[in-house]
């Protein structure tokens, strides 16, 4: 879909709670804008939780139910149950929710919820940190990233949940980037016609935990991408295909940009610029996505 | 509005339910609309829904507008420019 055709209706109102050049509120717009009106949205603590602002106000524009950290995916269901037995299925039933809520804390729900075939789309807009308790490293938190639980550089990579999300047998999955809303848009649409649980996770540059300038957001995300730090792709029906610039990368028709591109722009991984290079490091994150793509390229050819 | 009669804490929506929120700006996207394409680039990446589209042409809602500056970064023709807010 084009931008020109995305419908003029907001349903994230201006003058929310959300930092300037949130990545959130940006991806929230075009999510919401593909779903329309009929949706209810479920949001457990996270920064969104947050932006919808102060009681008695909410700067969402569709019904919302706030939920507790780990319980967005069990709230979900039960909502579908709900909308069931009122004869009201069509009508969307959306969990918004950050990395933290997902990777870590609300995995259980969210397995549980794939497991009952809850007739949901289950959202994670990563921002790769904690960041509404102030930045703390999260399962989604990659390699030698800095946050305030790890000063030096996390010493883990991050955790692969797209696989964790396949392993479920999902009718669909996708991954997505704030950078890119049309692909966003479409893959939203997609979901609107398949039944069961749909995953779509969207990489969503925040400026404050990142650690860059607040107006480069889409900069930041799309840099992701172009480097292969960050891998754009749909499961469907049991086939796995890249879509974007990562398409064109799996195709060899474009030639990834060197990952310290996108490094070296966030504060979080300066530590491995200076006081001088961290070769190690950086070959680290270097292999982490070349096997990350060799995997994913494998699953592709299945 | 229709409201509801619930036993538990519900909001209702409103436009600058934060208040508004354009005083927290310090740099001020200036829109040149000579400049402008209408690509709607602008539109659809601001964060904060203050940029109004009426058909395909833009405006800057400065009630709400926090100026991240991601809409003068996503103009591919440089129709909006930064600019030191004054007060
Ligand atoms: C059980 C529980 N533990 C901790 C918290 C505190 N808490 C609220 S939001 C949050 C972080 C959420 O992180 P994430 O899901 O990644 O979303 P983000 O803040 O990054 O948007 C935490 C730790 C809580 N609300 N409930
Ligand atoms: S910390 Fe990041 S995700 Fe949270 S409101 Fe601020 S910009 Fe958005
Ligand atoms: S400066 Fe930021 S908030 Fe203001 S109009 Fe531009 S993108 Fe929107
Ligand atoms: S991004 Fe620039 S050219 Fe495109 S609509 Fe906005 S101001 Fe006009």
């Keep these: ?86 004869g009201e299925e069509d009508i969307n039933v959306v969990v918004w929710a950050g990395d933290g809520g997902t990777y870590d804390i609300g995995l259980q729900a969210l397995s549980g919820a794939i497991e009952r075939q809850t007739n949901f789309l289950y959202i994670c807009y990563n921002n790769q940190i904690y960041s509404n308790t102030g930045i703390q490293r999260s399962g989604a938190t990659p390699y030698a990233a800095w946050t305030t639980t790890t000063v030096k550089g996390k010493k883990e990579f991050r955790k692969d949940i797209g696989e964790i999300i396949i392993a479920h047998h999902v009718p669909y999955a996708a991954t997505a980037c704030v950078s890119y809303p049309e692909d966003l848009y479409n893959k939203v649409k997609k979901t609107m016609g398949i039944r069961g649980p749909k995953y779509i996770e969207i990489l969503a540059p925040c400026p404050p935990g990142w650690r860059f300038s607040m107006d480069k957001t889409v900069e930041m995300g799309k840099l992701a991408v172009e480097t292969g730090a960050w891998i754009l792709y749909e499961y469907e029906n049991g086939k796995l295909s890249f879509n974007g610039i990562s398409k064109s990368i799996a195709e060899g028709k474009y030639k990834p940009k060197p990952v310290e591109d996108w490094l070296k722009l966030q504060g979080r991984f300066s530590h491995l610029f200076k006081p001088e290079k961290d070769i190690v490091r950086i070959n680290a994150i270097k292999d982490h996505i070349r096997d990350t793509w060799e995997h994913y390229k494998k699953l592709a050819s299945l | 509005m229709k409201k509801y009669n619930v036993k538990t804490g519900i909001s209702y929506p409103k436009i600058g339910a934060m208040g508004k929120t354009g005083t927290w700006r310090i740099f001020k996207p200036i829109l040149d609309k000579n400049k402008c394409i209408k690509c709607l680039r602008c539109w659809v990446f601001c964060p904060e829904s203050a940029i109004k589209r009426r058909n395909d042409s833009v405006e800057i809602d400065y009630d709400y507008c926090k100026g991240c500056g991601v809409c003068a970064n996503v103009c591919p023709v440089k129709a909006i420019v930064m600019a030191k807010e004054e007060r």
């Design chain 1, 1 to 86: 879909m084009a931008i020109k055709d995305f419908p003029i209706e907001e349903y994230v109102l201006p003058g929310n709670a959300a930092c300037p050049g949130c990545p959130s509120t940006m991806g929230l717009r075009t999510v919401l804008k593909a779903l329309g009106k009929k949706t209810i949205l479920t949001i457990p603590a996270c920064c969104t939780a947050v932006i919808q602002s102060w009681y008695p106000y909410t700067s969402f524009n569709v019904p919302t139910l706030n939920i507790a950290f780990e319980a967005a995916a069990s709230a979900a269901s039960g909502i579908a149950a709900a909308l069931k037995k009122l």
